[in-house]
């Protein structure tokens, strides 16, 4: 099989304009979107108790609501979790039970509410009638701690990344790939937020490789357009760059292709954390396999102009 | 067979060999149980691997508790006991001290009635205390301030973590749990990880760790129903040396009754040897009590004070509440009953926190992440199933695009897991079910590489290249492509080690093994895999199938 064919020589740098704005675009949109909608905070950074029970039988959602809001837990939050497919339960047995921290009781914690809760449940139901299947509570100052170690987190391998690249190119190029990734995160990000699903520590493991993997891919032309400089090829860094992108091209998307079977196969038959982790994926890969065509390589070219490099000079300076 | 192929062929299938060897505990561990089901011979010949790959808590089922222990009041508590000390030991030095206090900045107050103490009492503080005068305090007044010194400070904090460790680790120890581990984490946090709780045992768990079974005996001064009837004589606060205790009754919560009990004479639980779990003595009232015993030192205090003190009540103080106050009817030695219509279950993690000793300061569980055993096992069998038709997808696909070799390089992924399995069981990293998806993903990382190698190859090939020839090259120039490639995820991934934990850090560890195992499979195995084909087709390998028509043939 060949699905691009040899020759192939599409004008992606040429373009390049329309592309930024694109996703300049983009990237306020997913910006805006942590304001509206905004982000669904799972507990591991709003805290809370979050309690998962399994019934033998079938229950009606709205009776384990009864038990659950004359506690006087604060907000709680209940949800039926759908089977996912190929799945052995049945619908209306798993049940996600969620108690927002209290403001000012930071002492109840976790044996309270998790106790209470199944107390209840078994007075009610009957203490054989259900499972106790998990429960997670994150208290208020672990929850903040969370949130900004996953933001140095993603901002630590921007750096090392940027390090790195600048070591083994130039600035330039360093430059190019990590706004490429950032690029590549804050609208991943984004999507995340329109689609309304939580946000756990997994979802921050998710951008991390979605950055791994986009700018793996940026390495790899970067790597092409080096050689075609110190092979000498005819033409301007402009060309050169976009002549790279071609001859890669084939297989920028034969990888990506590959490494989205996979995700694609975790996102219908994974479960809870493993299924957000692979919608965000699904979605990163996409964004990733972009940028690395039209916006990294084209920010290489951006940055040279804006040193004052000579890029429409024939035979570039090697690197 | 040129002498350089036969050596990788050598290294490749010990290699190979190794890992399978590695993979094979694993592979006969019995997860129920946690038991390995190695034959004896195997584990015999020590040389033999019996370690299994360990399943993380999210698989596994069991508990990852993060404990934040109160080391501001473990200051507090050294500073009030250093107070005391200087207290005593000006006055045996003969200094005058008007006051001597603890303000809520942490700081000793020391004023003095003249100045003549003040200099003496200065000298001798300075001296034997390392304390830090503070620059408010000057020269002509008669209070004097210190600061507790940075580093000292530091020390109680350490110690009061190092203290709660040593308590909960024999707690756990004590309640019985399989392997656990715990750990301090950071400045002020401990994380225990219990695997194997079961759903019933979780909230005594959570109970034994945080009490902090400080136990004290204290004479009684007055009893009454109110707090208002029992200070009315001394004006709405304790007096001096007395303490306010309520007693509470276990099974409603009200408070039954309210004791003013001296500070001294005072025994605490810190001289206990033992503590036992027995059923009740007094017939009426059922349930169980906890007996204990005191060691030597504690048996001559206690002798002492209820000798005594005959006739009067003794309050047996548990967690700031009276749990009973017998009259002392004869002098005890070392041995004495706390009654309290326990529940077994009660009684016994009583008798458990006070055999494995008081907390020197108060802790919270900060975050707690129980998993039961059922959803383990769901997990599992879910986790696996998306795994494994994703490898199949991958797999596939790459036979389909570069037939012959995509069939090596699927080889390739092959061994890859093998490896990364191999490594996990090595070394005892864990694997949770992030991780899972991450050897998933690791294969398209293993894939990628031969990508990279295979269009490269047909673009020498296209540039009318002999085979031989083009594998070469491609190899060649496709290497730094690859490691720099890969390098850059690897920033990434262990920038996520670092700061995950739990399930995210065995996220991190697979794809870290796996894009390290997978540059050698992709790069060196599949090369040799080249060079043993055009070995055994004797230089003739022509037709070298990677999914593009032979050049000229169209």
Redesign the interface.
């Known amino acids: 099989m060949e699905w691009i064919k040899p020759g192939t020589n599409i004008d992606f740098v040429g373009q390049r304009l329309y592309f930024f704005i694109g996703s300049l675009i983009a990237i306020g949109l997913s910006v805006l979107s942590f304001l509206w909608p905004g982000p669904n905070w799972g507990i591991d950074f709003a805290g809370g108790t979050e309690i998962r029970v399994r019934f033998a039988k079938p229950t009606d959602i709205g009776q384990i609501r009864g038990v659950v809001d004359n506690l006087g837990l604060g907000e709680t939050q209940i949800q039926n979790l759908k089977p996912a497919l190929a799945e052995q339960q049945k619908e209306n047995q798993d049940f996600l039970i969620r108690v927002e921290e209290p403001a000012g009781e930071e002492d109840a914690g976790t044996a309270h509410a998790g106790k209470l809760i199944s107390e209840k449940l078994s007075e009610k139901f009957g203490k054989d009638s259900f499972q106790i299947l998990t429960v997670n509570y994150v208290g208020p100052k672990v929850g903040k701690e969370l949130r900004v170690s996953g933001v140095k987190a993603l901002i630590y391998a921007m750096l090392g990344i940027l390090v790195y690249v600048a070591f083994r190119f130039e600035f330039s190029y360093a430059l190019g790939a990590v706004l490429a990734v950032f690029h590549d995160a804050i609208i991943s990000a984004g999507f995340y937020n329109v689609v309304q699903r939580e946000w756990s520590l997994v979802i921050i493991a998710g951008l991390l490789t979605i950055i791994g993997y986009s700018v793996n891919d940026t390495i790899v032309i970067f790597d092409r357009i080096r050689e075609n400089i110190r092979r000498g090829r005819r033409g301007n860094l402009r060309q050169l760059i976009n002549q790279s992108i071609n001859e890669t091209l084939s297989r920028t998307i034969l990888t990506n292709f590959a490494t989205f079977l996979a995700i694609i196969a975790l996102t219908i038959f994974g479960s809870g954390v493993i299924r957000d982790f692979s919608i965000l994926m699904t979605f990163g890969m996409v964004v990733g396999t972009y940028s690395t065509i039209y916006i990294a390589s084209s920010l290489v070219l951006v940055f040279e102009d804006l040193r004052g490099r000579k890029t429409g000079a024939e035979r570039p300076k090697k690197l | 067979m040129p002498s350089n192929l036969r050596w990788k062929l050598i290294l490749i299938s010990a290699l190979t060999a190794a890992a399978v060897f590695l993979c094979v505990p694993s592979l006969m561990w019995d997860y129920q149980n946690n038991v390995s089901r190695m034959p004896d011979w195997w584990r015999q010949v020590k040389i033999l691997p019996i370690r299994a790959v360990v399943l993380g808590l999210d698989l596994q089922g069991g508990m990852h508790l993060?404990v934040?222990v109160d080391t501001e009041e473990a200051v507090k508590n050294d500073l009030t006991q250093m107070k005391d000390s200087i207290h005593d030991w000006l006055r045996s030095e003969k200094v005058a001290v008007e006051e001597i206090k603890l303000n809520p900045d942490n700081q000793i107050e020391i004023a003095y009635p003249d100045l003549a103490n003040k200099d003496k009492g200065r000298e001798k503080v300075q001296r034997y205390y390392g304390m830090v005068l503070h620059e408010a305090s000057s020269s002509s007044t008669l209070k004097m301030i210190y600061d507790l010194d940075a580093k000292q400070a530091n020390e109680y904090r350490s110690n009061a973590v190092r203290q709660v460790m040593e308590t909960l680790t024999s707690r756990i120890d004590e309640f019985g749990v399989a392997e656990p581990s715990i750990q301090k984490q950071g400045a002020n946090r401990i994380v225990l990880q219990l695997p194997g709780i079961k759903?019933e045992d979780?909230?005594r768990v959570?109970?034994i760790i945080?009490r902090t079974a400080k136990l004290e005996f204290m004479l009684v001064d007055n009893v009454a129903s109110t707090k208002e009837a029992l200070l009315a004589a001394s004006g709405g606060v304790a007096p001096l040396g007395k303490r306010l205790v309520p007693e509470i009754n276990d099974q409603t919560g009200q408070i039954t009754a309210w004791y003013l009990l001296r500070e001294e004479p005072k025994i605490s639980g810190t001289y206990l040897v033992d503590a036992r779990m027995q059923s009740g003595g007094r017939m009426d009232m059922g349930g169980y009590d906890v007996s204990f015993q005191f060691n030597l030192e504690g048996a001559r205090i206690f002798s002492r004070i209820t000798g005594e003190h005959i006739g009067q009540n003794l309050a047996i103080v548990l967690e700031d509440k009276v749990k009973s106050a017998p009259v002392i009817k004869d002098r005890i030695f070392d041995r004495g009953v706390i009654e309290g219509r326990f529940t077994p279950e009660e009684a016994s993690d009583l008798a458990i926190v006070l055999r494995a000793g008081a907390l020197p300061v108060s802790i919270?569980?900060?975050?707690?992440?129980?998993?039961?055993p059922?959803?383990g096992k769901?997990?599992i069998a879910?986790?696996q199933?998306?795994?494994f038709?994703?490898?199949?997808?991958?797999v596939v696909?790459?036979v389909?695009?570069?037939s012959a070799g995509g069939l090596i390089a699927d080889l390739a992924v092959f061994l890859n897991v093998l490896f990364i399995f191999a490594a996990l069981a090595s070394l005892r990293a864990t694997l949770s079910?992030?991780g899972?998806?991450g050897i998933?993903?690791t294969?398209?990382?293993a894939?990628?590489a031969n990508?990279?190698i295979f269009?490269r190859m047909?673009?020498e090939m296209?540039a009318g290249k002999a085979i031989r020839s083009a594998v070469d090259t491609g190899y060649q120039?496709s290497l730094?492509?690859i490691l720099?490639?890969?390098?850059?995820?690897l920033?990434?991934?262990?920038?996520?080690f670092?700061?995950?934990?739990g399930?995210?850090r065995g996220?991190?560890v697979t794809?870290t093994i796996g894009l390290v195992s997978s540059v050698f499979t992709s790069i060196v195995f599949t090369k040799t895999i080249y060079e043993l084909l055009h070995f055994l087709y004797k230089g003739k390998l022509e037709k070298l199938r990677i999914?593009?028509k032979p050049i000229g043939s169209n």
């Open positions: 993060v934040g759903e979780r909230s959570l109970n945080q919270k569980v900060e975050e707690e992440r129980t998993v039961g059922t959803l769901d997990l879910r986790g199933l998306g795994a038709i994703s490898i199949a997808a991958v696909f790459m389909l695009y570069y079910l992030p899972i998806a998933a993903l294969v398209g990382m894939v990628d990508v990279i269009e047909r673009e296209r120039r730094w492509t720099d490639a890969n390098i850059t995820t920033i990434a991934a262990a920038i996520l670092q700061v995950g934990t399930p995210v996220f991190a794809l999914g593009m």
